[in-house]
């Protein structure tokens, strides 16, 4: 085994954090809030007040899995120029944006350009504690991933390819999701407005082809914000966007969802073929995500439970057509630099996004 393969196979257990942010403050907060992490070795810290030391600091240096960073830094470099240089650099970096209030628009920016999560300044430890915990996850996936494909590429080279099908058939194992746990997140469903009569009407391969052409433009749509589908049950779909920056994708997200299914209305008419419109809900909470199900017998299925999960449902089975639904004190104060929205009843709490704000 060459010298090359020695050094890339030697992989730091240790999460190295970079914060980039003009007060050292900041610093000094994050790392009182990690300090038993610091202890255990499991994150190490470097600290940057500029975008512009961070970007020659990552270009001289691979050692970085997760960089905290803030957007308004003096210099020739902000934090979103920074940001988009990230990805070419070393995508398999994760960047968490902590920000003001007033830097929403520019967060919006942040998570458009790739960015992992958003969180507001002053920093709430759990929601730090939460988008940091998710991207160690991603990032230490990312470094057993590397270190497997590095054994493939040696055995491939050592040994015949029939030898290494029959071990990995052996060896392999189902995947395990044995950990519980609560997250703060978005969630979106989806209900398609499918009069009753459709489903007595049709035979059953066109029933299915309808609701999966609906229920691909959620799932599209929820995958390109970096979301992911929990279940499709009957004519819902629910979706789960992790992380307090979710907020500010998933507005978006429902908006592209309503326009790709309105386009169906005109397409159906050409074809002839029956159109049903659809309705979203939206609210942000805590969610549990666990292996759900019977024990005995064993049915257990990786699912999200929750508040967020009951509201986000009854906004979207009571919503009218085409329409995306929210309750005001979980989401507003996001939505409303993206949209106009409107109470449905004065006092409710309950407000539909109309249209786009202006810019």
């Known amino acids: 085994m060459n010298s090359t393969l020695t050094k890339q196979s030697n992989i730091n257990i240790s999460i190295k954090i970079l914060i980039v942010d003009d007060e050292i403050t900041m610093d000094k907060l994050i790392r009182k809030i990690f300090r038993k992490e610091q202890r255990q070795d499991s994150y190490v810290f470097h600290y940057l007040n500029s975008a512009d030391d961070a970007y020659s600091y990552l270009s001289k240096n691979n050692d970085v899995d997760i960089i905290l960073m803030d957007i308004n830094m003096p210099g020739k470099m902000n934090g979103l ?31 458009q350009l790739g960015a992992f999560d958003f969180i507001q300044k002053p920093l709430d430890q759990e929601d730090l504690k939460f988008s940091v915990k998710r991207a160690v996850e991603y990032v230490s996936e990312a470094k057993k ?66 609701l999966n052409q609906y229920f691909t433009i959620v799932t599209r749509n929820i995958h390109y914000v970096d ?15 992790v992380g307090s920056g979710s907020l500010l994708n998933v507005f978006p997200a429902a908006r592209n969802i309503l326009d790709q299914v309105n386009k169906l209305e005109t397409l159906g008419a050409l074809e002839n073929a029956p159109y049903f419109g659809m309705s979203l809900g939206i609210d942000y909470g805590e969610i549990t995500i666990g292996n759900v199900g019977s024990t005995d017998p064993i049915r257990l299925e990786r699912r999200v439970s929750g508040p967020p999960l009951q509201k986000a449902l009854s906004l979207a089975l009571n919503g009218p057509v085409n329409s995306i639904r929210f309750i005001h004190k979980h989401c507003f104060d996001f939505v409303f630099h993206q949209f106009h929205c409107q109470e449905e009843k004065e006092g409710t709490g309950i407000f539909e996004v109309l249209e786009p704000a202006e810019l």
Request: net charge negative; proline share 3%; charged share 30%.
């Open 81 to 111: 120029d920074l940001l988009s240089k990230v990805k070419e650099i070393n995508p398999l970096i994760k960047t968490i944006i902590i920000s003001a209030y007033g830097d929403m628009e520019r967060s919006r920016s942040a998570m």
């Open 145 to 210: 991933v590397a270190k497997l494909l590095l054994e493939v590429d040696v055995l491939n080279y050592m040994v015949k390819n029939d030898v290494i099908d029959y071990v990995r058939n052996e060896t392999a194992e189902p995947q395990q999701h044995d950990e519980s746990r609560k997250e703060k997140a978005s969630i979106l469903v989806a209900s398609i407005h499918c009069p009753e009569d459709f489903f007595y009407k049709e035979n059953a391969e066109i029933i299915i082809r309808k």
């Open 227 to 241: 979301g992911y589908i929990d279940s499709f049950v009957g004519t819902t779909c629910y979706a789960v966007l």
